[in-house]
């Protein structure tokens, strides 16, 4: 069992930063691919980021290339997704999501088994 908590969400004004944060449990949490999604309202969950286990790969979503990174920090079993030139479009809900029982990043979430409750990111005009 993995439980997955996020935190760092917040309203922020467009061009504006924010940290997310991942914390996880469980003991092999380096062996899991973590990913990060979005849910807008009214909108499909999309794809954001995800790094590979032990942090070998990221891939990020055309749309935030560029603007976020993710990294991972398995001594703490934490990853981040830091955010920055943030847009109103980047309005949503933030989840992330471990994926157990395969080691490769991936940007289908049907592929991840555990998700957090998720945190509320709303950016301003």
């Known amino acids: 069992q993995v439980q997955l908590v996020e935190s760092g969400g917040g309203l922020v004004q467009a061009g504006g930063s924010l940290r997310l944060s991942c914390a996880a449990s469980?003991?092999?949490?380096?062996?899991?691919?973590i990913s990060w999604f979005r849910q807008a309202p009214g909108k499909e969950r999309e794809f954001v980021a995800t790094v590979s286990w032990r942090g070998y790969n990221t891939y990020y979503a055309d749309s935030v290339k560029g603007r976020f990174t993710i990294s991972r920090d398995d001594a703490k079993n934490t990853v981040s997704l830091q955010m920055k030139s943030l847009k109103p479009e980047d309005t949503a809900v933030y989840y992330c999501a471990a994926r157990t029982t395969a080691a490769g990043a991936s940007r289908r979430d049907y592929e991840y088994d555990y998700w957090g409750q998720g945190t509320q990111v709303t950016v301003s005009s």
């Open positions: 469980g003991r092999t949490f380096s062996t899991y691919a």
